[in-house]
């Protein structure tokens, strides 16, 4: 069974930038895609970036040139860099390993 459990949410002022990390517990398959999907009230569960083996990336049209997706391998932790960060990105944001696996979800409230 693989847990993951998500930091570094917060609230912060548009324009500013925030790193999101998730630890998954156990060993994960380099092969397994790990990533990030967000939730804002009255919005369905939408995809944020996903990242295979450490080289392959996608990302949602919203997040491109703003977001950065990262992951160690050795640490079972996937980052998500964000930046030039927008009030519509305000949303609780889950980590995912194979979009099965999901954790509890992290705050992320972008606002003046």
């Known amino acids: 069974q693989v847990q993951l459990v998500e930091s570094g949410g917060g609230s912060v002022q548009p324009g500013g930038s925030l790193r999101l990390s998730c630890a998954a517990s156990g060993s994960i398959p380099s092969t397994w895609p790990m990533g990030w999907y967000r939730q804002s009230p009255g919005k369905q569960r939408e995809l944020v970036a996903l990242i295979t083996s450490g080289v392959s990336t996608n990302y949602a049209d919203s997040v491109k040139g703003r977001f950065t997706i990262s992951r160690d391998n050795v640490k079972n932790t996937v980052y998500l860099q964000m930046n030039s960060l927008k009030p519509e990105d305000t949303a609780v944001y889950y980590c995912?390993?194979?979009?099965?696996?999901w954790g509890q979800g992290t705050q992320v409230t972008v606002s003046s």
């Open positions: 995912t390993v194979r979009v099965r696996y």
